[in-house]
């Protein structure tokens, strides 16, 4: 939880974030995590689910470095993943195989294969994103010798009230499958012997900031199980009605995680569902507010009236103002706001128009470095080398005060991959 101290500086647990990037000897842009902050979201989020058998996967895409998915492995979460690589990731971060789902509406035959030899028995389940995915999964657990359990992901027809970049549960979406094909998945699932359906998933989008709409959804995906096992006769072990829960970035959002949870427990309670396994996926939720993407002054630029503030953070990392217009709160580093100050546009350095964080006021005289905040969730993980830039350096602040780093791809090191080829 960030939060100032006396003199107004900024601070993660019990240590100031300069601190935390003095101590690391990384330079800025560099993201800083608190990694208490985020066990504790995913331990409040737990508790919502009022004892009923539950999985919370977090989503390994809003946040793919180790320290983070271990502190989350440690407060009792296993990982939905989108990728072989955040498979491997979230094995290597020593996540039980059972406690795996795999989304994804293109998955690979590498990526599905990793999924079904994984454990003793593969991964949780692979969600079926398709009708004609069926049979690839099929084949693909045939030619390993095992049977792969998967999940049907449902597609309930919800336009989510968040971006349009980010709704993923109305019919025109890519993905899932439309309530009106399920019968038609069904049968080609049960045409296989190398599948066990285990279970039905959904995600109808991401930063919602109301339960309504994701509870809508899961009431649709709890009726189709109802249909499901009244016309199967089969038990469906798995209710997984996806992530997406929102987080205040600064304009609000009415619903804390533990609100879907709750939510989503008395919903399946109502449908006859209170025994099975409860999965949900979310990502932001648990590491968005728990991370602040730290930039260095540049220089203040004054043109035709405005006041621009060039930092050294940029669209390439963090790319959410610019593909979303996500706004978030930028501040002074080391001493707490003047709301009396005047407001500066903050932009980075990238030669794109759309490389700007939006206007804020910060302080007088101008800080020599910013916080950008709320960057704890698809910050790094969407960060890029545009304009020959190096991936941000990573600070984790540790439960116990220690503090690591990790400076995966610099600037360096991007000059030489292209030089070598
Ligand atoms: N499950 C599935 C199948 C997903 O596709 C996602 C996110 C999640 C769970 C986790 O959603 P969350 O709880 O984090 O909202 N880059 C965007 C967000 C894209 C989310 C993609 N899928 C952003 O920066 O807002």
């Known amino acids: 939880m960030l939060t100032r101290d006396g003199s107004g500086r900024a601070v993660f647990g019990a240590i100031s974030i300069a601190e935390a990037l003095a101590r690391s000897g990384v330079e800025?842009?560099?993201?800083?995590?608190?990694?208490?902050?985020?066990?504790?979201?995913?331990?409040?989020?737990?508790?919502?689910?009022?004892g009923a058998a539950h999985l919370v996967a977090y989503a390994v895409k809003a946040n793919t470095a180790g320290p983070v998915v271990r502190a989350l492995a440690a407060a009792g979460?296993?990982?939905?993943?989108?990728?072989?690589?955040?498979?491997?990731?979230?094995?290597?971060?020593?996540?039980?195989?059972?406690?795996?789902?795999?989304?994804?509406?293109?998955?690979?035959v590498a990526e599905i294969d990793a999924a079904i030899a994984a454990g003793t028995r593969g991964i949780a389940a692979l969600h079926v994103d398709a009708v004609e995915e069926v049979a690839r999964?099929?084949?693909?657990?045939?030619a390993l010798g095992r049977r792969a359990r998967v999940c049907l992901r449902i597609n309930p027809d919800i336009a989510a009230d968040t971006h349009a970049h980010i709704a993923t549960g109305h019919e025109e979406a890519k993905f899932g499958v439309a309530l009106s094909e399920l019968a038609a998945a069904y049968a080609e699932i049960d045409r296989h012997d190398e599948l066990e359906l285990v279970?039905?998933?959904?995600?109808?989008?991401?930063?919602?900031?109301?339960?309504?709409?994701?509870?809508a959804g899961a009431a649709k995906l709890f009726d189709a199980a109802r249909e499901r096992e009244a016309a199967s006769g089969r038990r469906l072990a798995l209710l997984d009605p996806g992530g997406g829960f929102g987080i205040d970035y600064g304009t609000g959002c009415a619903a804390a995680p533990a609100d879907?949870?709750?939510?989503?427990?008395?919903?399946?309670?109502?449908?006859?569902?209170?025994?099975?396994?409860?999965?949900?996926?979310?990502?932001?939720?648990?590491?968005?507010?728990?991370?602040?993407?730290?930039?260095?002054?540049?220089?203040?630029?004054?043109?035709?009236?405005?006041?621009?503030?060039v930092v050294d953070?940029?669209?390439?990392?963090?790319?959410?103002?610019?593909?979303?217009?996500?706004?978030?709160?930028?501040?002074?580093?080391?001493?707490?706001?003047?709301?009396?100050?005047?407001?500066?546009?903050?932009?980075?350095?990238?030669?794109?128009s759309s490389d700007d964080f939006g206007a804020?006021?910060?302080?007088?005289?101008?800080?020599?470095?910013?916080?950008?905040?709320?960057a704890g969730a698809y910050g790094y993980t969407m960060a890029s080398h545009y304009n020959g830039r190096g991936l941000p350096a990573e600070v984790f602040v540790h439960a116990d005060g220690s503090v690591t780093a990790s400076v995966a791809a610099d600037a360096r090191s991007w000059i030489q991959s292209r030089l070598a080829t």
């Not at 842009?29 to 409040?44: H, N, Q, S, T």
């Not at 998933?201 to 509870?215: F, K, N, P």
């Not at 449908?271 to 396994?277: A, E, I, L, S, V």
């Open 28 to 50: 800025t842009p560099a993201y800083v995590y608190d990694l208490a902050g985020m066990a504790d979201e995913a331990r409040r989020l737990r508790a919502g689910f009022d």
């Open 77 to 108: 979460c296993g990982a939905e993943v989108g990728s072989r690589a955040e498979l491997e990731v979230a094995l290597g971060c020593g996540i039980d195989p059972e406690r795996i789902l795999f989304s994804g509406v293109g998955k690979t």
């Open 137 to 142: 999964l099929a084949a693909r657990a045939r």
């Open 199 to 215: 279970g039905l998933s959904g995600h109808i989008g991401s930063q919602l900031v109301r339960t309504d709409e994701y509870l």
């Open 260 to 309: 879907f949870a709750r939510g989503a427990v008395h919903l399946a309670r109502e449908h006859g569902f209170g025994d099975r396994m409860l999965v949900v996926e979310p990502g932001r939720a648990l590491v968005g507010a728990h991370g602040v993407l730290c930039a260095s002054v540049i220089a203040p630029k004054r043109s035709a009236g405005r006041r621009f503030l």
């Open 313 to 352: 953070a940029g669209m390439n990392d963090l790319l959410r103002p610019a593909l979303y217009g996500a706004r978030h709160r930028v501040e002074p580093l080391d001493r707490a706001v003047d709301a009396a100050s005047p407001a500066w546009t903050v932009v980075g350095p990238v030669c794109e």
């Open 360 to 374: 804020h006021v910060l302080c007088e005289p101008l800080p020599d470095r910013v916080i950008v905040r709320d």
